[in-house]
């Protein structure tokens, strides 16, 4: 009886350990869990070189478990529309001064839930090498939304060109110019056609994003907006009310690394910032 009782004790045991190794194995081959529970979603997007870093955040998200489909538009107004209809479920094309003038217009219910890039504002020109050699009356195309447009009027000022009142926000307009020594004639366009329009003006403030679609080049820009402590970081937005759903930390996750980083530093060859 004591030997069957020994055999049937080292039986059980080696039964035991097996369990606990083929546990162990399971363990290390199964698939690691996923955040978003392979959730599929809808991301608007502008148009152009965004593409291909996107095409390389979906690659990121389907090792999260996350399925991103792109949805592009062509202009500024749309991405925020279709969030807040839900047609998409989140956008990545904006800054905050853009998206709180937005709220403020549209009443979106639209947050912020993680940074993408920074894109310095320049002001470019293919008839004077500086901004010393504009001449008096040039005319300066800038982009005609708020924020755009009071963050191109900031580059003039910082340039000496113009004067804005004090205790303007970021959000100025023409209107709070007080002073314009060189008599410069300030054209608001879209702010996808200002760079396109740079034939037919002395000189554009333009978005680094659309300089680049227009074919304008770093040895066409005369000046640009400080980069420390941009306020004008763009950023992942979704609905207020999903900013701490699995998802949207996935989607985060799937933007915010080393592989996407390299891809976003190729497409914009320098002109466009990672932001975080």
């Excluded at 293919?126 to 009027?153: C, Q």
């Amino acid at each position: 009886m004591k030997n069957n009782r020994g055999n049937t004790f080292a039986f059980t045991r080696r039964l035991g350990l097996g369990a606990a190794f083929a546990a162990a194995v399971a363990s290390f081959a199964a698939p690691l869990p996923s955040f978003a529970a392979d959730k599929e979603i809808k991301v608007g997007i502008i148009s152009g070189e965004d593409e291909d870093v996107w095409r390389a955040v979906q690659e990121e998200g389907a090792k999260r478990g996350l399925k991103i489909e792109t949805v592009v538009f062509n202009d500024y107004t749309q991405p925020n529309e279709a969030l807040e209809r839900g047609d998409i479920d989140a956008n990545a094309f904006q800054h905050k001064p853009y998206l709180d003038n937005q709220i403020k217009q549209h009443g979106y219910k639209i947050v912020s839930v993680g940074y993408t890039g920074v894109w310095p504002i320049g002001l470019y020109s293919k008839k004077a090498k500086s901004v010393a050699e504009l001449a008096e009356g040039a005319t300066i195309g800038v982009p005609n939304d708020p924020s755009n447009e009071g963050r191109a009027l900031r580059v003039l000022q910082n340039e000496g060109l113009i004067k804005l009142k004090d205790g303007t926000g970021i959000l100025a307009t023409i209107a709070d110019i007080v002073e314009n020594p060189k008599k410069i004639e300030i054209k608001e366009l879209d702010a996808g056609i200002v760079g396109r329009s740079i034939d037919d003006l002395d000189a554009a403030v333009v978005n680094t994003d659309w300089a680049l679609k227009a074919g304008l080049s770093p040895a066409e820009r005369i000046a640009q907006e400080p980069v420390a402590d941009n306020p004008y970081r763009n950023f992942i937005a979704v609905k207020e009310g999903a900013q701490n759903e699995e998802w949207v930390k996935s989607l985060v996750a799937s933007y915010q690394n080393e592989n996407v980083r390299a891809v976003f530093d190729k497409v914009y060859k320098g002109t466009g910032l990672i932001a975080y």
